[in-house]
């Protein structure tokens, strides 16, 4: 039987570097890298979709707020890392991208949304509500956005409950049963994440920052806490992705070791 989504692809496109023992309570000190997951899912009718887009050069001007974000988060990025790069080297031109989904609008989410002028950019409601306000701690540099990034908006208002995910509300993007956009608060509220049936497969942003994070939750340090928009509601999103599991969906975050979703992809083309 012919597949709505023929392929999903991961790319790397830069990481950050923090001490754990900066992160979480009672574990041994080491330096780990929280890689800008992008994927690209290639949908039979509607053609090439980002969903995020990792980060960009950008995240480097003499700007305050991005040196204090370098400063805390310090940021490994090479040119050929960001994303428009990559999938040159795929023979996939950025005027073959027709929809990106931004999960939220943090710099490691957004960086490469600016070199695919001709794709519609899709948010949830909330998280527009969000962009609107636009306080330090939202994380939203707007000066990394395309400069037309409102007028090329799609905004999804999350409010069904769908037979195909019946474990939170969800959209259904296409109309077709292929992709649904969720949303899971806490790190950012309205944070977009997305269901894809034909692989079940559920890619969760930065619900938390790495599956194998997901029990060390209750340990996160004071200042790593304050971070999120609500650690109550992050709490409640690392149960959601409890329960998926439970239920056998894989789960992927955008923060997860490449090993790890590399090895989750390449079983579903398997």
Request: with cysteine; hydrophobic share 35%.
């Amino acid at each position: 039987m012919s597949k709505t989504i023929e392929k999903i692809d991961y790319f790397s496109c830069g990481y950050c570097t923090n001490d754990m023992q900066k992160i979480f309570k009672g574990v041994c000190s080491g330096k780990r890298n929280f890689h800008a997951g992008v994927f690209l899912i290639k949908h039979k009718t509607r053609g090439y979709i980002l969903y995020d887009t990792g980060y960009s050069m950008k995240i480097f001007e003499n700007k305050l707020e991005y040196k204090i974000y370098t400063g805390l988060n310090p940021v490994t990025l090479k040119k050929e890392d960001i994303i428009n790069e990559q999938l040159k080297k795929e023979g996939i031109g950025t005027e073959k991208i027709n929809y990106i989904i931004l999960s939220h609008l943090h710099p490691d989410h957004i960086g490469g949304a600016e070199f695919f002028p001709d794709a519609q950019i899709i948010i949830t409601d909330e998280y527009f509500q969000e962009y609107k306000k636009s306080s330090f701690k939202s994380l939203i540099f707007k000066e990394i956005l395309p400069e037309n990034f409102e007028e090329r908006l799609k905004i999804i208002e999350i409010n069904s409950h769908n037979s195909a995910f019946p474990y939170i509300k969800s959209h259904d993007l296409f109309n077709d049963g292929s992709l649904f956009l969720s949303r899971i608060d806490g790190h950012a509220k309205g944070q977009g994440c997305l269901f894809i049936p034909e692989k079940n497969l559920f890619l969760a942003a930065d619900v938390c920052w790495g599956i194998d994070l997901l029990e060390l939750t209750d340990k996160i340090k004071f200042i790593p806490r304050l971070i999120q928009n609500n650690f109550s509601e992050y709490k409640k999103g690392v149960e959601i992705l409890k329960k998926l599991m439970k239920n056998n969906i894989d789960v992927i975050v955008s923060h997860d070791m490449p090993e790890r979703i590399r090895g989750i992809l390449n079983e579903k083309d398997s």
